[in-house]
């Protein structure tokens, strides 16, 4: 089955640190871009980070640059968002999403066509 | 960043209403618009890219239309399990890829 699984979120205390872990299966996971999506309870959508298929085209939110950290480690068909220095704001539900490319009158257009159930991650003293 | 504005922010409708939802650009995207569906507690799913390309398995009454700064969905006639917020998202300036603020569709 297609899928993305992940796992990782809880509740820090502001200042903390936790890493976000995606599960990839069913797919050749090593050809993808892939994305880190949030949604804050009640809140829209908001884009967090992509990586490149081989992990080398990473790109962050300005809100969260500096702060969290994309990797991928191919082998396992994981990907990973190391989350540090966390606020209040940070609260949310993280999901893994995939990027793919659809080709129409020969132009590539991108969308996420993939997407994991999520992961909450809770910051509060 | 690309500044997506999405309207009406809700609206009620009925079974077998038309329904039209808006969304507009800051800038110029040609057409790297998607549209996704959001029902409570699931995660987002892909309706429509590059604007007006239906994917796969998604009935034919979701449509997507418009190019440049101002698009379109439209659910030509609802139905039950369309009753869910929808989100626009432009691919054209990324790594950035920004989303609209949601319009929730209701029940009547």
């Known amino acids: 089955e297609v899928q993305l699984v992940e796992s990782g979120g809880g509740l820090v205390q502001p200042g903390g640190s936790l890493r976000l872990s995606c599960a990839a299966s069913?797919?050749?996971?090593?050809?993808?871009?892939m994305h880190w999506v949030r949604q804050a309870p009640g809140k829209g959508l908001v884009w967090v980070s992509r990586i490149g298929a081989d992990g080398s085209d990473t790109g962050y939110a300005d809100s969260v640059k500096g702060r969290f950290t994309i990797s991928r480690d191919n082998a396992k068909n994981t990907l990973y968002l190391q989350l540090s220095s966390l606020r209040v704001e940070d609260t949310a539900l993280y999901y893994c999403?995939?990027?793919?490319?659809?080709?129409?009158?020969?132009?590539?257009?991108?969308?996420?066509?993939?997407w994991g159930r999520g992961s909450l991650v809770t910051v509060s003293p | 960043d690309i500044q997506m504005t999405q309207s009406p922010s809700s609206l009620s409708a009925s079974v077998g209403d038309r329904v039209t939802i808006s969304c507009r650009t800051g800038?110029?995207?040609?057409?790297?618009l998607n549209w996704y569906q959001q029902k409570p507690g699931k995660a987002p799913k892909l309706l429509i890219y590059?604007?007006?390309r239906l994917k796969s398995g998604v009935p034919s009454r979701f449509s997507g239309s418009g190019s440049g700064t101002d698009f379109t969905l439209t659910i030509s006639s609802l139905q039950p399990e369309d009753f869910a917020t929808y989100y626009c998202q432009q691919s054209y300036s990324t790594p950035v890829w920004t989303f609209g603020q949601g319009t929730k569709v209701e029940i009547k």
């Open positions: 590059a604007a007006s």
């Open positions: 999403v995939r990027n793919q490319a659809g080709v129409v009158n020969a132009t590539q257009y991108w969308y996420f066509d993939l």
């Open positions: 800038q110029n995207i040609n057409r790297f």
């Open positions: 069913g797919f050749t996971f090593s050809t993808y871009y």
